[in-house]
Each structure stands twice: as structure tokens, then as C-alpha cells.
């Protein structure tokens, strides 16, 4: 029996809180000492433009990485702008930003991540990420530790569709090799449980509880696996 769990990255895997207008921030802390700025003052500017905040459209024009990141520019050029610096110095900073949100050591892996997903790989299961995400993350996720285990990495920068949009879940299953067994697990209620469901892809809300009803809730990873294990030991759920 092929089965497979589908996971989001970011605040499921690991986290890496505020990684946006923290980058904007470290490029002042090397360019600028004593700038006095928090990753606070860039908050306000950085609450849309970003893909994934307009799931329903078609990005596959940005599927390069070099365009997917020319059309963020503008937003964190303005961001700078809008705390005083001004239009060129912004943009040199807004193009700096980006080594820092690539690094990977900026990422932690939650306490259990490692261990849980070894633990499915010992059950029979392959492991394959589906990310609202930069198009750098399959680096990301190599530079954290998690390359033994993955099986397949699919960010929507790379896809040219945001979750909860059904073609990158359906890329995802086709990836997979449309498995007999599928779980998608992961913290967002639209992108990852009603995108997911949407397809017919059973889904898990992991660490933040929801307003409304769902099928699953898994405070940790932990959990996700004894959801899994309950339901595939019925022949309860499949793909």
C-alpha cells in the first residue's frame, strides 16, 4: 500500500518567526548601525502583495526565481521608503534583503519534526512538502536536515500556484504518484485543510486551532501521528 504525507513547511516543520520584515531589519543591523528600527516598523507594509495573499490567481509567470523575487522588490523598497530611506538607498536594501531570507539557519526545526517523520518513513510512508514559500525552500529544507527524509518538495514559487489553489494539490498528488494513502498536514485552516479537502485530499490542522469545525486537530506532530495511525489501522481514509 503507497502512502504518502503531504506537510506544509513554514510553522509546521519549522518556524521562523516574522522572516520578512526580520530580513528587512538585519540588512539595517549590517548597513546601518544604530538605525534604531524593529522589525515592527516594517510590520504595516508588509501585511499584503505578497502571492499568497491572492491564492485564486495564476503565477506561473513567475515561476523563475529571479521574476518571482523582482515582483516582492517593490514592496520591500517601499517598506524602507516608508521609514525614511530614501528611493535608491531602498532599493539596494529591498535586494539585499533576500540572502537573509534564504538562509537556513534562520530556520528551527520544531522539537519533534525529526523524529515524527522518521517514525512515519519507518511506517511505510514517504514524505513529500507543499509550501506557500520562496522559490529558494528545497535549500531551505536541505539546510535544516530534513533532505533524508523528503521525498518530493513543492513550493508554490516554483508552481505558479498559491495553497489553497487545487492545482498545487493536484501537482502534489500527481508528484506523489497519486497514492492509495494521503494525509495533508499542516497550520493553516484554508491553505492547507479546505485546500486539501477541496481536492479530496483528507487534511490535519496542526498547532492552530480553528473557529470552526474540522475533521482533525493536532496540537503537535506528535499527534499528527496517532490522527494517522487511528485512521489507516480502520482503512478509514485514503487518497
Same mark, same amino acid.
Given at each position: 500500500?503507497?502512502?504518502?504525507?503531504?506537510?506544509?513547511?513554514?510553522?509546521?516543520?519549522?518556524?521562523?518567526?516574522?522572516?520578512? !520584515?526580520?530580513?528587512?531589519?538585519?540588512?539595517l543591523? @549590517?548597513?546601518?548601525?544604530?538605525?534604531?528600527?524593529?522589525?515592527?516598523?516594517?510590520?504595516?507594509?508588509?501585511?499584503?502583495?505578497?502571492?499568497?495573499?491572492?491564492?485564486?490567481?495564476?503565477?506561473?509567470?513567475?515561476?523563475?526565481?529571479?521574476?518571482?523575487?523582482e515582483?516582492l =522588490?517593490?514592496?520591500?523598497?517601499? +517598506?524602507?521608503?516608508?521609514?525614511?530611506f530614501?528611493?535608491?538607498?531602498?532599493?539596494?536594501?529591498? !535586494?539585499?534583503?533576500?540572502?537573509?531570507?534564504? @538562509?537556513?539557519? !534562520?530556520?528551527? *526545526?520544531?522539537?519533534?519534526?525529526?523524529?515524527i517523520?522518521?517514525?512515519?518513513?519507518? #511506517?511505510?510512508f514517504?514524505?513529500v512538502?507543499?509550501?506557500n514559500?520562496?522559490p529558494?525552500?528545497p535549500?531551505?529544507?536541505?539546510?535544516?536536515g530534513?533532505?533524508? *527524509?523528503?521525498?518530493?518538495?513543492?513550493?508554490?514559487?516554483?508552481v505558479? =500556484?498559491?495553497?489553497?489553489?487545487?492545482?498545487i494539490?493536484?501537482?502534489? *498528488? +500527481?508528484?506523489?504518484?497519486? $497514492?492509495?494513502?494521503?494525509?495533508?498536514?499542516?497550520?493553516?485552516?484554508?491553505?492547507?485543510? !479546505?485546500?486539501?479537502?477541496?481536492?479530496?485530499? $483528507?487534511?490535519?490542522?496542526?498547532?492552530?486551532?480553528?473557529?470552526?469545525?474540522?475533521?482533525?486537530?493536532?496540537?503537535? *506532530?506528535?499527534?499528527?501521528? #496517532?490522527?494517522?495511525?487511528?485512521e489507516?489501522?480502520?482503512?478509514?481514509?485514503?487518497?
Amino acid at each position: 500500500m503507497d502512502k504518502v504525507l503531504f506537510w506544509d513547511f513554514h510553522n509546521t516543520l519549522a518556524a521562523r518567526p516574522g522572516m520578512f !520584515r526580520s530580513s528587512l531589519r538585519m540588512v539595517l543591523d @549590517e548597513r546601518e548601525p544604530g538605525h534604531g528600527l524593529t522589525d515592527d516598523h516594517f510590520s504595516p507594509w508588509l501585511q499584503s502583495g505578497f502571492p499568497w495573499d491572492e491564492p485564486w490567481r495564476d503565477y506561473r509567470h513567475l515561476r523563475d526565481p529571479e521574476a518571482w523575487w523582482e515582483n516582492l =522588490y517593490p514592496l520591500f523598497q517601499q +517598506a524602507y521608503e516608508r521609514n525614511g530611506f530614501p528611493p535608491e538607498t531602498a532599493r539596494v536594501y529591498a !535586494r539585499a534583503a533576500r540572502a537573509y531570507m534564504m @538562509e537556513p539557519g !534562520r530556520y528551527t *526545526l520544531y522539537p519533534e519534526t525529526l523524529d515524527i517523520l522518521q517514525r512515519f518513513r519507518d #511506517r511505510g510512508f514517504r514524505h513529500v512538502i507543499v509550501s506557500n514559500h520562496i522559490p529558494e525552500l528545497p535549500a531551505i529544507v536541505e539546510g535544516v536536515g530534513l533532505a533524508p *527524509l523528503v521525498d518530493g518538495i513543492l513550493t508554490s514559487a516554483r508552481v505558479g =500556484y498559491e495553497k489553497p489553489h487545487p492545482e498545487i494539490f493536484r501537482q502534489a *498528488l +500527481a508528484l506523489a504518484g497519486h $497514492p492509495t494513502v494521503a494525509f495533508m498536514a499542516g497550520d493553516n485552516l484554508e491553505a492547507d485543510v !479546505r485546500g486539501a479537502e477541496a481536492v479530496g485530499l $483528507p487534511a490535519i490542522l496542526v498547532r492552530k486551532p480553528a473557529m470552526e469545525p474540522v475533521r482533525w486537530f493536532a496540537r503537535d *506532530l506528535s499527534e499528527v501521528l #496517532r490522527i494517522v495511525e487511528a485512521e489507516t489501522a480502520t482503512g478509514g481514509t485514503a487518497g
